[in-house]
């Protein structure tokens, strides 16, 4: 089974700054996919960036990028300029290929990282 | 709109009684999801359906049963509440494709006394 390991319970960053959050992986698959998730106050999880398994280039979107590095089965989430906004708890995801090559088998999640942003 | 929703957003009832929990998404995805998140913030799925047909159903009790009346609808029926069933509940859906992100509800807190 696949495993999802976030080592960070918390991490704190100061306003401005950049912080990055670690999530490791295992599984025996070549093909899959990766999601960091961010979940507010609120309560709604929101998606903050995905990898596609098979692309070398790390995603980007906007301040938030990846350091994905397929060998070591490591995706790391990379927020610059940290804004009181990003406070969350963020979530590591993996979503493995199905034998129909549908996605119905769903996202194995981390345990998060509480992100604090001291401004 | 709201792509997914569900109802109730908190729901409060006394160990062995029945409850539902509704969802419905209107993103026209042809699966759905029920998660689990623990007072640890630990989110688990629990079942996905896929044109109507139940494909994984991990060590859940028996007690918790979806049903899906039709493609744009998962609901989730838990029997005889227990007090280690309070948890966030969250309905989810996406595309068959895997390379799409699922889209979640806003979550229900339940929470048995």
């Known amino acids: 089974a696949q495993t999802v390991t976030q080592s960070q319970p918390e991490m704190s960053v100061q306003e401005a700054e950049t912080v990055t959050l670690s999530c490791t992986y295992d599984?025996?698959?070549?093909?899959?996919?990766l999601f960091w998730y961010k979940q507010p106050p609120s309560r709604q999880m929101i998606l903050v960036i995905r990898?596609?398994?098979?692309?070398?280039q790390n995603a980007t979107e906007n301040r938030f990028s990846v350091n994905f590095q397929k060998a070591a089965k490591s995706f790391s989430l990379k927020i610059s300029d940290s804004q009181l906004g990003d406070a969350a708890m963020y979530f590591c995801?993996?979503?493995?290929?199905?034998?129909?090559?549908?996605?119905?088998?769903?996202?194995?999640f981390g345990k998060g990282t509480h992100l604090i942003i001291q401004p | 709109d709201t792509a997914v929703s569900q109802t109730p957003k908190y729901l409060v009832t006394q160990m062995g009684n029945d409850k539902s929990i509704k969802c419905e998404q209107n993103l026209g995805h042809d699966t759905m999801y029920w998660y689990k998140q623990d007072s640890k913030k630990f989110l688990k799925i629990m079942f996905s359906y896929n044109n109507k047909e139940l494909i994984i159903n991990e060590t859940v009790p028996n007690r918790f049963s979806p049903k899906s009346p039709d493609k744009a609808h998962l609901n989730l029926h838990i029997n005889s509440l227990e007090l280690g069933d309070s948890a966030v509940y969250f309905c989810?859906?996406?595309?068959?494709?895997?390379?799409?992100?699922?889209?979640f509800g806003q979550g229900t807190r339940l929470t048995v006394v």
């Open positions: 990898q596609e398994a098979y692309k070398q």
């Open positions: 599984t025996s698959e070549s093909d899959y996919y």
């Open positions: 989810a859906s996406s595309r068959g494709n895997m390379n799409t992100e699922a889209f």
């Open positions: 995801a993996y979503r493995a290929p199905t034998i129909s090559g549908g996605g119905a088998d769903g996202l194995t």
